[in-house]
C-alpha cells in the first residue's frame, strides 16, 4: 500500500518525511515569519487556492491559516475538512494536511483554526540552494593546483551544484578556473568526496582574514552525488536542530 502511495505522489517518494515536532514548529516558523504566500488544495477540487499562516501557537498545539477568498471553495474545504498546503521558502519547499476547523477573532476576520501537523513533507528543490555550515564542525576543502601546489581550506556552505569555501592564500586562483580532483573530507567518512570544480568567484573575506571562493562541480560521480546529497541532507536537519534550540 505505501507502494502504490509513493507512486502516486511523486513529491512523497522524493522528499523527506519530518515528524519530530520541534523540527516542524520551526519549519512552519519560516512559513510564518516570512509571510511565505501558501498554495492549499482541497481535497476533489483540482484548482489550488492561496493562504497565509496567520499565528502559530505551540504550547497550545494550532495554527491558524487564513481563509479561502473564494466561498464556494471556502464552503468546500469546511465540507472536507482538511486541507493539503503547500510552502516554498529559500529553496525549500514543504507539504502537509491540516484538519481545519472555521473560526474568527473579536474584529470578524475569518480564518481556519488547526491543530498542528503530525508530519511535514520536506524537500529541497533548488540543486543550487546552499545550506550553511557551521564553522564549529571545521570541514576540510582540499584544491591541487597542479603537482605541487595543495591549497587547504574550509567548507562555509554546500549544495548538490557546488560549494563554497575560505582559503588562506588562493593568488593562483581565478574565475573560470577549473580546478580537478577537489576533495571534501566529509565528517566520519574516511573517503573524501571528489569532484571538478569551477571557479565562479574569489572575494577577500575581511571579517575571517581570508579568500572566499566559490566554486561549481562540473563532474561528480554518481557514487558521490549520492553521498554528498545525505550529508546536504544532515547538513539541513542540523540547521532546523540549531534554530529550534536558539543557537542561530
Known amino acids: 500500500m505505501a507502494d502504490a502511495i509513493r507512486q502516486q505522489d511523486p513529491y512523497r517518494s522524493q522528499s523527506e518525511r519530518i515528524t519530530h515536532p520541534p523540527q516542524i514548529i520551526a519549519l512552519l516558523r519560516r512559513l510564518h515569519e516570512n509571510r511565505i504566500l501558501l498554495r492549499v488544495k482541497i481535497p476533489g477540487v483540482e484548482r489550488p487556492f492561496n493562504s497565509l499562516l496567520l499565528n502559530l501557537n505551540p504550547q497550545r498545539n494550532y495554527l491558524l491559516l487564513d481563509e479561502i477568498n473564494d466561498e464556494a471553495a471556502h464552503r468546500k474545504a469546511l465540507e472536507a475538512g482538511r486541507l493539503r498546503v503547500f510552502g516554498q521558502h529559500e529553496g525549500v519547499e514543504m507539504n502537509f494536511n491540516l484538519d481545519i476547523r472555521p473560526a474568527q477573532n473579536r474584529q470578524g476576520v475569518r480564518f481556519y483554526q488547526a491543530p498542528l501537523p503530525e508530519c511535514v513533507y520536506y524537500m529541497q528543490r533548488r540543486a543550487d540552494y546552499r545550506v550553511h555550515v557551521a564553522m564549529d564542525m571545521e570541514i576540510g576543502v582540499l584544491l591541487p593546483l597542479g603537482e605541487e601546489l595543495l591549497l587547504d581550506g574550509q567548507l562555509y556552505d554546500v549544495s548538490m551544484g557546488g560549494l563554497g569555501a575560505r582559503l588562506d592564500a588562493g593568488e593562483e586562483i581565478r574565475k573560470g578556473l577549473i580546478i580537478p580532483g577537489c576533495r571534501i573530507q566529509l565528517p566520519q567518512d574516511p573517503q573524501p568526496l571528489q569532484a571538478d570544480l569551477e571557479v565562479r568567484f574569489v572575494l577577500p573575506d575581511e571579517s575571517h582574514q581570508s579568500l572566499r571562493l566559490g566554486g561549481r562541480f562540473s563532474r561528480l560521480a554518481p557514487e558521490d552525488k549520492g ?12 540547521m532546523i536542530r540549531r534554530r529550534t534550540r536558539g543557537d542561530g
Open 227 to 238: 553521498r554528498l546529497r545525505k550529508f546536504v541532507t544532515q547538513l539541513e536537519r542540523e
